[in-house]
């Protein structure tokens, strides 16, 4: 959206600015509250509306032109944060349910899915967001801006939708009372085939894994 455009729909490249960052800080205070597990029973769902608010932000990056920094180089923002704390708070709160299946481009033909972990996700996704909230915070607008929109395309925007895709589907099978197909022994460090991720996917949830969440398994 060119600021000819953001003028027609009353939008002030400075407020544009504001929004994006309050949105993603928003997001960062909500998932790292989250993170802590002081309500795991409402973790996922408030999970998918924090992710689903935070791709509208990304939304409204990927429509914006692309945006140029004021100096050629990215400014030194210091040593990234640890986000391994981070990381493991969602693993433990999210386990059994942390892995799951993704195709990462959908236009590749034939892709096979692989395995990964909402906690990564959202670990990724907010060392992403901090990154760009530091150049912010210092007063680099254009530098906040063009990185929040740079990593949108290249990381945490296909990060986040995956991860919507995740959580969407896990409360959807807890609402519909549909049995979760079985992922547990899917390995995030190993590279599955397509038949042998098709296999580990045919397999019911053991009980241990549906009942966290309420599911029954076809057996019950």
Not at 53 to 59: D, E, M, Y
Not at 128 to 138: A, F, K, P, Q, W
Request: contains cysteine.
């Amino acid at each position: 959206m060119s600021d000819a455009m953001l003028h027609a729909v009353g939008q002030n490249p400075d407020d544009f600015a504001v929004q994006i960052a309050d949105s993603i800080e928003s997001f960062i205070v909500a998932t790292t509250e989250v993170a802590k597990g002081d309500e795991p029973d409402s973790a996922v769902p408030f999970l998918l509306l924090e992710v689903s608010q935070l791709l509208l932000t990304g939304g409204r990056l990927g429509a914006h032109e692309d945006i140029v920094p004021d100096e050629r180089y990215e400014p030194d923002v210091g040593p990234d944060l640890d986000m391994d704390d981070l990381r493991e708070r969602f693993a433990r709160l999210l386990d059994p349910v942390d892995v799951f299946s993704e195709v990462f481009d959908p236009y590749e033909p034939r892709k096979a899915p692989v395995a990964c972990r909402v906690s990564d996700n959202l670990a990724d996704i907010v060392a992403d967001l901090r990154h760009g909230l530091v150049h912010y915070r210092e007063g680099r607008t254009s530098e906040a801006l063009w990185w929040w929109q740079f990593s949108y395309f290249s990381n945490w925007g296909p990060t986040a939708s995956a991860t919507l895709r995740a959580l969407q589907s896990l409360v959807a099978h807890v609402r519909l009372d549909q049995p979760l197909q079985a992922l547990d022994g899917l390995d995030t460090d190993e590279d599955l085939g397509e038949d042998a991720l098709a296999e580990e996917a045919g397999r019911v949830m053991a009980e241990e894994i549906a009942a966290p969440l309420g599911l029954r398994t076809p057996a019950s």
